[in-house]
């Protein structure tokens, strides 16, 4: 969205015209992997083949940074090297194109807010995961790919003399042939205690995780495989438990491996070394004890175990997580917390936590019990209704203060919790966008609301929030069962027309709730709302609800709403159903004063539809509005002169007042006239028609073969 900031007109010619970004909205693509919330609290996601930087704080879209040519599924942000001026972040992302790109945010320079400092090629598929870990002045970046090859490379940071920028050094360490079996997730860590030493895991579609191990300088080599799951891994991470947790006798500390599986479970995998395991005393007459008897099962189940020069480590499993209802996506530790200043301002270690994201809408932080040492899901989140379909990856942000995910939708989750303990988790708003293309766009009659189309099947409206001073999405006034192709906002009605993969037009009318949410959200004072009920046909109705399985947003009117007590009233909290979401009632239409969450705006900002236009005889393809409102024009695709006729509407009966008849194949375009006098169509038969509205007489249709551009200081018109 763009604003002009300055002009000037010499002899008609514009000078100085500057052009500003005021708003960017993209949805996040559907991939495990495709949002990472960075050191610098600056998170980053993938939109199709973009790479999106995000301000958390603000709700706002700081950067699109575009190198890939095929859809990004998966970003890793990097950390910054010291003496790096005037970066504010560095991000990896893997993309469907076989690349891995690195990035450089400059959000200080407003000409150059980023730049692309290495192209890392060695893969011959799509990237599918990506790690990282730093050693010193050292960055190792892991990469797996579908080509079933697992790539390592090698960057080194710091000075350089040789004038290069910063990141754009990358060597090919090693490449890992997986042979048939593809590698959906991987996560690297140093071994504690032990520098230089590296633990890779990897898990993919054959269910099992792969340990390998790297001494310092050396090549990952597989040492044992961690077996458990009952389908695909999907997400790994690694972490070091605090120091008052770890034993202190071999002098190593231990290491946790969480995983995550589409079979609805994770695992806390254990690696420790294995003199802290306890031996029974061969001395001892007395009856075996639980120590004893855990010894006894593990001569005869051995546990996959790998050697350093320091010790043995022996890998098992710690704990089974219980509580997703489907597949779980992605798992991430609670990062570790700076040290307090100053040192003698001593603090409690900070217990572990672990998040999860899965397919059942929800999100589950897991704690282990300090008396017992059980795991336990302490809280969960999510979004009540059947139209949010799960959560694809979560994430921390760097404080652990708040929680982000993305989801079905494309829309960004976001959850923070209070200063103060026991407050909860409460839910804040989160920049949304398409995540499919945008097929069209208008502006309403006053320019306040612009109205987009996408082929994600969805219609919304984004305004400018006086209030907060920004941009965002206030309704969804359509979601659909088809990709939609067009729209138009009706002049001097409240009223829009979309078209979809479907032979109808669709009429949609503005409701209350909308007409009172955009009121507050311009800074205005909302008109109270009509007494309409279901059983008038005075006033507007206050929302619109789908039926299941159906594709019409029926009308719901004030006394609906009162009538029903166990809906979703606004969206922004849960209803009084004890069953669980997948059988919470229909959400209630109403109107909000903040900024509204995706629940709200997938459930309850749908506009009522009025009419229904038949008479096309294919799919619907464009669809324009006289600037008086009183003529509509439509047209759907074609490959013959008959179905390519261009039909027009009265908007006051919504009777169809005849075709016209100049074009061979689909009419790409169509535009009225200022007055109203003309209508313009383009056509995929290379031609452009004219038609003009004669009083009296049939409408005149007249066929431009050719059409030029010149400059205007000498323009010059011949009959």
Not at 4 to 11: P, T
Not at 44 to 61: I, R, T
Not at 618 to 635: H, K, M, N, Q, Y
Request: one cysteine or more; hydrophobic letters at 40%.
């Amino acid at each position: 969205m763009l604003s002009q900031a300055s002009s000037g007109v010499d002899n008609g010619i514009y000078r100085g015209m500057k052009v500003v970004q005021e708003h960017v909205s993209a949805g996040c693509n559907r991939v495990v992997g495709a949002l990472d919330w960075g050191r610098n609290d600056l998170v980053a996601y993938a939109a199709h083949n973009l790479v999106v930087l995000y301000d958390a704080e603000a709700a706002k879209v700081l950067a699109t940074m575009v190198g890939h040519t095929d859809r990004v599924n998966c970003v890793e942000s990097l950390p910054t090297a010291d003496g790096t001026a005037g970066i504010s972040g560095a991000i990896a992302s893997g993309a469907a194109d076989s690349h891995v790109i690195i990035w450089l945010s400059h959000l200080d320079d407003r000409d150059k807010p980023w730049s692309l400092a290495a192209k890392l090629q060695g893969h011959a598929g799509a990237i599918i995961a990506l790690s990282h870990v730093l050693l010193g002045n050292t960055l190792l970046l892991i990469s797996s790919a579908e080509d079933q090859q697992v790539l390592v490379w090698e960057c080194k940071l710091g000075s350089h003399q040789d004038g290069s920028k910063p990141y754009s050094q990358w060597n090919l360490q090693q490449k890992l042939e997986m042979g048939n079996g593809l590698q959906h997730c991987l996560a690297v860590s140093q071994l504690p205690d032990q520098p230089g030493w590296l633990l890779l895991a990897l898990g993919g579609v054959d269910c099992t995780i792969r340990l390998l191990l790297a001494a310092p300088g050396g090549d990952f080599k597989q040492v044992c495989c961690l077996i458990g799951h009952a389908d695909w891994v999907r997400s790994l991470a690694f972490t070091h438990l605090p120091p008052s947790q770890t034993d202190p006798n071999p002098g190593l500390g231990h290491v946790l491996l969480a995983s995550a599986s589409q079979d609805k479970y994770l695992r806390v995998w254990r690696i420790q070394p294995q003199a802290t395991t306890r031996q029974p005393s061969s001395s001892s007459q007395e009856a075996p004890t639980n120590s004893s008897l855990a010894h006894d099962i593990a001569r005869y189940a051995p546990k996959p175990q790998f050697s350093t020069p320091k010790g043995q480590y022996t890998a098992f499993l710690e704990a089974l997580l219980v509580g997703h209802e489907d597949w779980v996506h992605s798992v991430q530790w609670q990062p570790p917390q700076p040290p307090h200043s100053p040192p003698e301002d001593l603090q409690p270690a900070q217990s572990l936590c672990l998040l999860s994201t899965s397919m059942d809408r929800t999100m589950m932080l897991w704690r282990p019990d300090s008396a017992t040492g059980l795991w336990m899901s302490e809280e969960s989140v999510g979004d009540a209704g059947a139209n949010n379909l799960g959560y694809f990856t979560g994430c921390f942000s760097p404080d652990g203060s708040s929680i982000m995910a993305h989801g079905y939708t494309g829309a960004l989750h976001l959850w923070r919790r209070p200063e103060g303990q026991g407050q909860g988790w409460v839910p804040g708003h989160a920049l949304g966008g398409h995540y499919g293309a945008v097929v069209d766009m208008c502006w309403s009659v006053d320019g306040s609301c612009l109205m987009t189309a996408s082929t994600d099947q969805t219609c919304r409206i984004t305004v400018h929030h006086e209030g907060l001073n920004r941009w965002l999405e206030l309704a969804r006034p359509q979601v659909h069962g088809h990709d939609l192709s067009c729209l138009t906002y009706i002049p001097n009605s409240s009223c829009y027309v979309s078209g979809a993969e479907e032979k109808v037009l669709r009429v949609f009318q503005e409701p209350q709730a909308f007409t009172q949410t955009l009121a507050m959200a311009l800074g205005q004072l909302p008109q109270p709302a009509a007494n309409s009920t279901s059983h008038t046909s005075q006033g507007p109705a206050l929302g619109a609800a789908v039926a299941a399985l159906g594709l019409s947003n029926k009308a719901v009117y004030a006394d609906q709403v009162q009538d029903s007590n166990g809906g979703v009233a606004s969206g922004m909290e849960g209803g009084s159903y004890t069953d669980g979401p997948d059988l919470a009632p229909n959400a209630m239409p109403a109107a909000v004063s903040g900024p509204p969450l995706e629940e709200h705006l997938a459930q309850s900002s749908l506009w009522p539809e009025v009419a229904k236009l038949y008479g096309h005889g294919a799919e619907l393809f464009c669809v324009a509005a006289s600037p008086c409102g009183d003529i509509l024009a439509s047209a759907c695709k074609a490959q013959t002169t008959a179905t390519a006729a261009v039909w027009l509407w009265d908007t006051t009966t919504w009777a169809a007042l005849g075709s016209l008849t100049a074009h061979s194949l689909t009419v790409t375009q169509l535009q009225f006239s200022p007055d109203g006098s003309s209508l313009l169509s383009v056509s995929r038969d290379r031609t452009i028609a004219l038609y003009t509205k004669a009083s009296g007489e049939a409408p005149e249709c007249r066929t431009i073969w050719h059409h030029d551009m010149c400059d205007p200081d000498c323009l010059n018109v011949h009959e």
